[in-house]
């Protein structure tokens, strides 16, 4: 290994090192950050002076695959986003705006977490005081729970080392430093460094790692974007119009990304959301007003049922357009374009409003066809017969396509006091009241009777 000089110079913001003084750093283009400091470590990069693992390999045929075993959180929502528990020996990140509720959700989770082994909270954001009152808001006494308060790398290796945790959080990585990785903390290298040697702890002591990260509010995550290929699980903890919160995976090594957990923020914490349903259908007596329909649509493997609200306007600028954040916008658009051609409606005139109740977002297929049903509805001001729920993906032909899990959703349905469900052929032996095989079928279905009224 070559030899290195007595000095170095090395930038403290991101621990580039030069052999001479430099005005401006090359790799991270900060002007003046270049500080003199002694090279006694052999090698070079920040990695130098970690401790060197021998590589070693094995026969595919020989390797466990319970090694990376599960923990339940105790907290059934969020193992079923976490593709059922926490897998030992990953790293996940968690990410949302600040006062979410990241904190108090993972402390919730390492005190119920079905395990014996010890938990390391390192909190570098708050004191041991207002960690301690938070647990206690909760009731949670945390015999199991070793706190640290800092956000030193090497501080807390130490601690690890002598705690050997079985669950790690570190609240937040926005603030942890280390003196290998530059001299001011928070930024993208400490950052990246700091994760780096958490993450390795990990995998080598069979542990696995939270790591916190603030997203801000315009949806500005360079920060811990940058960390997420680094992580095997990578999940958002976003809030709606009202008070749920929802857990989402964006990226899971160890399971589906399609789950959501939906929580509401209470005195005691956050709670599981048993009957999501409940929460964004209108309860409504009677009628439906026009350009409202009822969705029976999936959240991952979850039937869940929400209401689609539209409304249509004449156009007021040059062109037609789309206002729709629940739903893709194109998909709006594409729905009416459908509509527009197989049922000579005119939509092409109008604004197009559209929204679901209690602020969820909707990506699921199954929608097309309720959308399809609250757009006519909203044009034509003839309101959908009540108690009738809509599953079905609609093409451009206007064929109305089946659809995942019928069953599950008719079921759904059924529970919540619909008495017709409006769909697609499916193969399974539950098939809905009224099959539909194109949009003409579904609108005659839904408005023939209600023509004749
Ligand atoms: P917190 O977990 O600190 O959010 P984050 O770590 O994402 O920044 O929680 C933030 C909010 O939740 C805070 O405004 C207080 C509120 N809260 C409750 O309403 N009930 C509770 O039991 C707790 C612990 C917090
Ligand atoms: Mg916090």
Known sequence: M?????????????????????????????????????????????????????????????????????????????????????????????????????????????????????????????????????????????????????????????????????????????????????????????????????????????????LVAHVTKDGVISGPKTLEHMVDTVIYFEQNDGDCRFLRATKNRFGSVDEIGIFTMGEQGLSVVEDPSLLFLVRREGELPPGVATAAVLEGTRPLLVEIQALTVPVKGAMSRVFSDRLDSARVARVAATLEKHLSLRLSDQDLYVNVAGGIRITEVGVELALACALYSARTGLPIPARVAIAGELSLTGEVRPVQRIAGRIKTSANLGFDTFLGPQSESLDAPDKVVGDIKAAIKALFSDEKRA
């Open 2 to 210: 070559k030899k290195q000089k007595a000095l170095v110079y090395k930038c403290s913001t991101c621990g580039h090192e030069e052999a001479k003084w430099l005005g401006r750093c090359p790799d991270c283009g900060e002007w003046n950050t270049f500080v003199e400091t002694s090279a006694a470590v052999q090698g070079s990069g920040q990695l130098a002076g970690r401790q060197q693992v021998p590589v070693t390999w094995l026969p595919l045929s020989s390797i466990d695959a319970d090694a990376g075993s599960r923990i339940s959180s105790g907290i059934d929502e969020f193992d079923r986003v976490l593709g059922g528990g926490i897998m030992k020996r990953s790293a996940i990140l968690i990410g949302g705006e600040p006062g979410i509720g990241k904190s108090t959700l993972l402390l919730q989770a390492v005190a119920s977490a079905e395990t014996n082994g010890r938990v390391l909270y390192v909190s570098a954001e708050e004191s041991a005081g207002q960690v301690r009152m938070r647990a206690d808001r909760l009731g949670i006494k945390g015999e199991r729970i070793e706190l640290c308060c800092t956000g030193r790398l090497e501080d807390i290796e130490a601690i690890m080392d002598a705690v050997k945790p079985v669950i790690i959080v570190a609240d937040s990585v926005q603030t942890l430093h280390s003196d290998e990785a530059g001299l001011t903390p928070g930024t993208l290298n400490q950052m990246k460094y700091c994760s780096y040697s958490l993450i390795s702890w990990v995998k080598e002591h069979d542990a696995a790692l939270f």
